[in-house]
C-alpha cells in the first residue's frame, strides 16, 4: 500500500480492516526493520515505504515484493482502496 503513497494508520486500519492497535504493532515492526518510516506533518503521522534503507535485507528484499505481489487479487484490491482512502473523512478534521 505505501507503494502507491505515503498514508497514516487511520488509513491503513481503514483500508486493512483490522485493529488500530495491530496496524501500530506491524508498522512498529517495519520500522524498526529499516522497510518504512514515518513523518509528521501537521497532525498526521505517515508512513512511508523505506527506499532508500541502508539495511542489505531491505535494499534486497523490496525489488524481490515488487515482482512477486503484483498479481496477487487482495494486493491489487488493496491499492484500489488507497487511491480512495480520506484520512479527513475518517479520522475527522
Known sequence: MLEVRPLCVCEITAVLGL???TIS???SILKNA???FDQKENRWV??????TSQFRSVKELLPLLEKWIPDNRIIMQDREKVKIVNREKICGK
Open 34 to 36: 529499516g522497510f518504512i
Open 25 to 27: 504493532k506491524h508498522l
Open 19 to 21: 485493529a488500530t492497535s
Open 46 to 51: 505517515n508512513y512511508y515505504l523505506n527506499k
